[in-house]
């Protein structure tokens, strides 16, 4: 759609904060309150309309996408979203190791093992690694760990653990995104291990690098938006 408006501004809100369009307050696609929880994300929402030019373009805009998510698909279904993002430890990406090559099977281990050694001490949820594509069962406690880290989180954390975790293929590579222990292009090579590795021997086509692009937006944007979420340092007032 054409841009209708003048300029995007903060809007104080009871609750938070909101984004104001030439004084008209956005609301989601549902028409509901598009109110955040912190200052630093609606800036960076004002900031994602202010710089759509002659036509709004929402995929240009994943900040106010992932707000919207929150606040439409994740607080009312929050249950369903919840168990949709727990399911992936079941069939964790870094759980399935190649059986060959070499090289290969290495650099699994090299770059997913800490991050299973991470989730054991983080979560207490050890997960069992198998060679091949065959399913393997995951401990029933793990998967109960995972469900309960999944769950305390609130549905803004969520909208972005639930983009970081589908992107990744890989819960325990997104937990680590919003814990800060990776940041979002260790989230995409980690999760992209094995096919950057093919590439390396085969080449890449356009659609590949154009799917890949994608996933490394997706992850960019869920990174950002977790960022954006965590509290501002305050000043400390020396007496």
């Not at 992936?88 to 800490?114: F, G, N």
């Not at 992107?167 to 291990?193: M, T």
């Amino acid at each position: 759609m054409k841009r209708f408006y003048q300029h995007a501004a903060i809007l104080p809100t009871g609750e938070g904060h909101g984004v104001a369009l030439d004084d008209r307050p956005i609301k989601t696609p549902a028409k509901r309150e598009l109110t955040l929880p912190t200052i630093a994300l609606a800036v960076a929402i004002a900031t994602e309309w202010n710089t759509q030019a002659g036509e709004v373009r929402p995929a240009e805009m994943p900040l106010t996408q992932l707000a919207n998510t929150a606040i439409d698909r994740v607080r009312p279904q929050r249950a369903l979203v919840v168990r949709q993002i727990a399911d992936y430890a079941k069939t964790d990406l870094v759980c399935y190791r190649a059986v060959r090559p070499r090289e290969l099977t290495a650099r699994q281990h090299e770059v997913w093992q800490p991050l299973l050694d991470w989730a054991v001490l983080r979560y207490d949820a050890p997960l069992d690694i198998t060679a091949g594509v065959i399913p393997v069962a995951q401990p029933a406690a793990s998967l109960r760990a995972f469900a309960a880290a999944v769950a305390a989180q609130d549905d803004f954390t969520l909208a972005a653990l639930h983009l970081a975790t589908a992107a990744c293929g890989s819960l325990v590579i997104a937990l680590a995104l919003v814990d800060g222990r990776l940041d979002a292009g260790s989230a995409f090579a980690a999760s992209q291990l094995d096919e950057s590795f093919q590439i390396e021997t085969w080449g890449e086509d356009c659609e590949q690098a154009q799917r890949r692009r994608g996933l490394a937006a997706d992850i960019a944007a869920a990174s950002q938006f977790l960022s954006l979420l965590r509290p501002e340092p305050r000043l400390r007032v020396r007496s």
